[in-house]
């Protein structure tokens, strides 16, 4: 004898499967409106907090923008406060690199002419300042890109007659640094002797080697292209 199988009716399946997504649907909603643990304040990061820099400052107050140039496509800025007595060198775009200049504590005060910036093989930047009522003469110290990195030498350059300049004198590609200095081996610089002795010109490659001196001449204006000086070999023999 054959036994018929119990069908369970469609009405009832459906009832079943209503129920079970309204359950599902349920247990979502709890899961997504359950409180969520608080956020530690010290992992939350504002945004730009990260770049931020600290301002930079000339002598214990803001900078001021006293000069610009580009050179090799670098902006290059010289930085002081109000008196022009404290200084900086800004490299690069902002924040870039920033350098503190040595002559300000020598005394040299620096203006509106303070920088000169010459490319080529190695971009270099003077940085240049007079000691006015400290004394005479005027202090220049070096910005030399060697390699896509600027450095400062570290050496700074005297000229007693107050003349300072930038210039390719060997032809080589690269700058090199011209001072008018009086020729008074007989008295101290600075003194009323020497600064009425005759003046002549000495260059010095960026490493800091003397290349050579021009002849003696009655004031540095005699010198070619003064106040921005241009030597060439031809000018330089051995100095006195």
Known sequence: MRTSAVRTPRSALLTAVLAAVVTLGAIGAVF?????????VDTVTEPGAASAVPAV???????????????????????????GGAGQVRVGPEPGTVFDLSIVQLGAR????????????????????????????????????????????GKPY??????????????????????VRHDCPGAASGTAKCQASPVLGEAYDLAGNSLGCTRRVTAPSDLRGWPDVRLTRADLRACP
């Open 110 to 153: 620096l203006d509106a002419n303070s920088l000169t910036c010459i490319d080529g093989t190695s971009p270099t930047c003077l940085i240049r300042g007079d000691l006015g009522d400290e004394g005479t003469g005027a202090y220049g110290e070096l910005l030399v890109n060697g390699g896509g990195v600027w450095r400062d030498p």
């Open 158 to 179: 005297f000229a007693d007659a107050g003349t300072l300049s930038l210039y390719d004198v060997t032809a080589d590609g690269r700058p090199d640094v011209i001072v």
């Open 32 to 40: 997504l409106l359950r409180p969520r643990p608080d956020v530690p």
């Open 57 to 83: 400052t000339c002598g214990g107050g803001p900078c001021r923008q006293l000069a610009a140039m580009t050179v090799g496509g670098t902006p290059v800025v010289l930085l002081t406060d109000a008196s």
